[in-house]
């Protein structure tokens, strides 16, 4: 018995060295359908847990600078809060993430209605969009590794084409979650996928995100009308309340009442990054841990948004979360690409793969 209690202390100190993936049975939904939660570990002690429900980060807990770990993302401690109607925490986006004026866009030729469910809009994917599924998890050990996979149907929430999806959710060991998204259709469709966390970075619960420093890798963003609906013109952020090409403070001008910022309510705005292929969109700071975040992506787009409609949310350990006590970095096609054509293409078409990398890297200072 002692030879495999210390057998069994080996194995796990091993598997803690070389990072790991674990997961086990979290709930099951409404239909009956099973949801895991997984735990990727690596050797510094940085953990993310990841649902196959909707394919939601649950958590990331990372030291500060002191090494004390906190898990730096908004959401709940079981699987109930997620089943219901919650603000998208930590979610996988899609078919279409972010906004389609009018919820239809025409595609070579053919004119597509999608779910209207923001107003006159369609936002998210719809009703049934990729957050409310159970998707087919696998664990790739040898990478520390979750791939997840789902096939969207012909036609789902109005989208065209069979959508096989596969998202892969790597830890390293240099302190980065890495995000991989790919797609490949049977018809020309639209497709845009990201996630959605809540990040504060001085650890969830507690308060608002007002404190962060950020900068982002942009000198442009995307004008919108009052639906948030892109008029298709790209207007300078330079000397504005949006500039963060240097960095500022997330509530330095938060409360600016002059355009483009949103009069008061915060920002929730789609900036167009700098730069080519893998790039870095973001870098955020927390400067009472020294926790940083950056952000690198493939995409030619970062959503910033400051949780402005959050109010009185149960969250973890019984935390209440409000406006502002969160931000989100959304990496993407830009919002309306469907409908606008001089914007960077969100169109696949058989034969092609949607790929999509995004890395949220993490150290302290």
């Known amino acids: 018995m002692i030879f495999r209690a210390i057998l069994a202390a080996i194995l796990t100190l091993s598997i803690c060295a070389q990072g790991a993936v674990t997961g086990k049975l979290w709930g099951t939904t409404a239909a009956g359908k099973s949801a895991e939660l997984f735990t990727l570990t690596n050797a510094k002690g940085t953990t ?40 998208h925490f930590g979610c996988l986006t899609g078919r279409y993430a972010n906004r389609i004026g009018g919820a239809s866009f025409t595609l070579d030729g053919v ?33 520390n590794a979750l791939e997840l996979r789902y096939t969207s149907v012909d036609g789902e929430e109005g989208f065209p084409g069979k959508l096989d999806c596969r998202v892969t959710y790597t830890l390293t060991e240099t302190n980065e979650l890495q ?17 959605h966390s809540y990040f504060n970075l001085a650890g969830e ?25 892109p008029t298709g013109e790209l207007e300078s952020v330079l ?19 002059i ?13 167009v ?18 926790r940083i975040m950056e952000v690198f992506t493939s995409e030619p787009g970062v959503q910033l948004y400051t949780s402005n409609h959050l109010k009185g949310v149960a969250g973890k350990s019984g935390h209440i979360y409000e406006k502002r006590h969160g931000f989100c970095l959304e990496t993407q096609k830009f919002p309306d690409s469907p409908n606008k054509p001089q914007f960077p293409s969100a169109s696949l078409r058989p034969g092609e793969t949607y790929l999509h990398q995004t890395t949220f890297k993490f150290s302290a200072e």
């Open 48 to 87: 993310a847990q990841v649902t196959n429900y909707g394919g939601i980060i649950v958590a990331i807990k990372i030291p500060d600078k002191a090494g004390k770990i906190a898990d730096i993302v908004l959401g709940f401690d079981s699987l109930a809060p997620y089943l219901g109607k919650h603000p």
């Open 179 to 195: 995000i991989k998204y790919q797609a490949t259709t049977d018809k020309p469709t639209v497709v845009n996928l990201t996630n």
């Open 205 to 229: 619960g507690s308060g608002d995100v007002l404190g962060h420093e950020l900068m982002i890798s942009a000198e442009t963003f995307t004008a919108t009308d009052d639906a948030l609906i």
């Open 259 to 271: 355009k483009p910022l949103l009069q008061g309510k915060g920002y929730d705005h789609n900036y």
């Open 111 to 143: 004119e597509y209605q999608v779910t209207a469910n923001s107003g006159k809009n369609h936002i998210h994917g719809g009703k049934a969009n990729f957050a409310t599924i159970v998707w087919e998890a696998s664990i790739l050990a040898e990478e």
């Open 239 to 257: 000397g504005t309340a949006l500039d963060f090409s240097t960095p500022h403070l997330i509530g330095e001008r938060i409360e600016s009442q």
């Open 273 to 290: 990054l700098k730069g080519q292929g893998m790039k870095l969109a973001a870098r955020a700071r927390d400067p009472r841990s020294g």
